[in-house]
């Protein structure tokens, strides 16, 4: 029984595995009746309270168990030893310093640690790695493990000089190559930097008199400076069409007019048959949108809330309506994302339709399949000039040309090569002209020329229309520059043309 003024004071030690104290008492009381300690003797109103509880008044003023007082135990600081899935006594002695164990080491092995080869110059930080290796492997074991033997330690000391000798010769390779590598880019954007000065100072201001040079053909072929080439090109293709500024204006006014008339509710399917059935090619402005967001993916500058989007659209859009006759199709894309990235939205346009408007170019946008079976017809004669063995084994597998040039053609070779060398390819095409990207195709089999004699006609398609992406520049144009573009003592131009009077009189130029 427990009064109403009685209280309860319980205390809970957690640590260790006994039970706790409970202690029940008046709260006018204090002590404990199984204490060590003795109770100072009760006062008479007390022992009146007593006997009006009877027997029980002992049970309510006394410990039910005894207190057991734990003692805080002092913090002892650790030092640092090695365990080993248990624990274990700590080391005994001061731990090494790894600078001293090194310094231990070299004096066994004979090898003064001040004094540095010319090799150790390449790593900067190789006073620092190898101290944690060697205080690792070097280091006596722990004194509750049986000594290492000598052997042992001498095979473990020889494997670590070993480890390390690699590390080192592997170290000096990587930095050999990023010397090189960066050696090498210093030169080329130095050579950049000279021929921008050289284009800027001496050939644009006298274009006219200086673009036909032998001295101008050669840095031609060597790349033309990203900072000047869209000038380049521009006075290379030229304006033919006499195209304007405010002539673009009101292309893209039309096209913008054009594209509010249009449904927006068709699916991507309904809009390419509609723009495909329809006689006025301007309906195929609906299939722009469709092949914006296809054009360089990786860059991420061409698509929909990219910076060059709309851009993009707009040329498209605006060429469209300047020629309703051609319209759009798929691959022009590619080529005027080349100009914008290179010159301004109306430049890029009136470079983008004058290029259009070459003989090559119109008769393979416009699809005129007699023209390009001459183009073809043509490929074919120069190709079985320079490398026949490709040739004979194309013929076998009947792998005619029309298969991977007419992706190379249509985009030229920006889809197909890396942007960087399709702009090259395209320096020298600006020079040329188209007999150029027919070359290039003979290149391009040439640099691959062992590959493919080896494969069959799947593999050998799926290769040309998917090239290898790190394709290097220099190579290629090594390659193309052993391509000759004569062929009976004539030229490119003089075979197209005896192919256009053969297949006038109906003669056969291309045999399936």
Partial sequence: MVTSDSSAIVTLETDDTHFSDVTLSSPNEH??????????????????????????????TRSLFARKVKEPRPLEPREPGWKLFGKVPLREGPVKDPRKIQKEYETRSGRPGNLASPKQSVRKNLDFEPLSTTALILEDRPANLPAKPAEEAQKHRQQYEEMVAQAKKREMKEAQKRRKQLEDRCKLEESIGNAALTWNQEILPNWETMCTSRRVRELWWQGVPPSVRGKVWSLAIGNELNITHELYSICLSRAREKWKAMPTSSSDTESEDAGLSLA?????????????????????????????????????GAYTCYRPDVGYVQGMSFIAAVFILNLDTADAFIAFTNLLNKPCQMAFFRVDHSLMLTYFAAFEVFFEENLPKLFAHFKSNNLSPDIYLIDWIFTLYSKSLPLDLACRVWDVFCRDGDEFLFRTALGILKLYEDILTKMDFIHNAQFLTKLPEDISGDELFAAIATIQMHSKNKKWAQVLQALQKEQERGSPVLKH
């Fill in 280 to 316: 006025d090619k301007e309906a195929s402005l609906e299939l722009i949108k469709l092949d914006i967001s296809r054009t360089f993916p990786n860059l991420c500058i061409f698509q929909k809330g990219g910076p060059y989007h709309d851009m993009l659209h707009s040329i498209l």
């Fill in 31 to 60: 002590g404990d009746l199984w204490s060590p300690r003795r109770r100072p003797p009760a006062t008479s109103q007390e022992e009146g309270r007593n006997k009006r509880l009877g027997p029980l008044a002992s049970f309510f």
